[in-house]
């Protein structure tokens, strides 16, 4: 991990159920409220996926819960935020995305300096033969390290 960069959640059925051809890092727009939850890791991203809409990305189907020490002006916890990228980053997206099979998954939030980071993969959805072969190779692993941790505990 890198100085000053401290992961608050990670999509790791992203990374199950689509192979990642390439990621961008950008920022994301928050209200106050919705930071504070944030930093305190009250969100929900299971099926969100990211949308270029006039030349903005936008996140979908993020869920940001309330902050529950705040006033009356909390924030609305499904609305669509907008992600920070520059003009040829957002061209280069989209040409990626017209591509058939392509889409944007958010893969991971962290903090980076004090601010609010995306990690936003290109992805392309896995066939369930992929899934299965996933499966195996992680087994596989798993069964060398018993193996390999049997041998030196002997």
């Given at each position: 991990m890198s100085e000053g960069k401290k992961i608050i959640a990670q999509n790791k059925k992203a990374r199950f159920n689509y192979s990642i051809e390439d990621s961008i890092e950008c920022g994301i727009v928050l209200e106050g409220t919705e930071v504070k939850s944030f930093k305190t890791g009250n969100i929900?991203?299971?099926?969100?996926?990211?949308?270029?809409?006039?030349?903005?990305?936008?996140?979908?189907?993020?869920?940001?819960?309330?902050?529950?020490?705040?006033?009356?002006?909390?924030?609305?916890?499904?609305?669509?935020?907008?992600?920070?990228?520059?003009?040829?980053?957002?061209?280069?997206?989209?040409?990626?995305?017209?591509?058939?099979?392509?889409?944007?998954?958010?893969?991971?939030?962290?903090?980076?300096?004090?601010?609010v980071k995306v990690n936003l993969g290109v992805c392309r959805g896995k066939k369930q033969y992929d899934k299965r072969a996933d499966i195996r190779e992680r087994d596989v692993k798993r069964d060398l390290q018993r193996e390999f941790r049997k041998g030196l505990q002997e």
């Open positions: 929900s991203f299971p099926d969100s996926f990211a949308e270029i809409q006039k030349g903005e990305v936008w996140v979908k189907n993020l869920h940001i819960s309330e902050y529950p020490f705040s006033s009356v002006f909390n924030h609305d916890p499904d609305r669509p935020k907008k992600l920070l990228l520059k003009r040829d980053e957002i061209k280069r997206l989209e040409r990626k995305v017209e591509e058939k099979g392509f889409t944007l998954i958010p893969l991971d939030f962290y903090l980076k300096n004090g601010r």
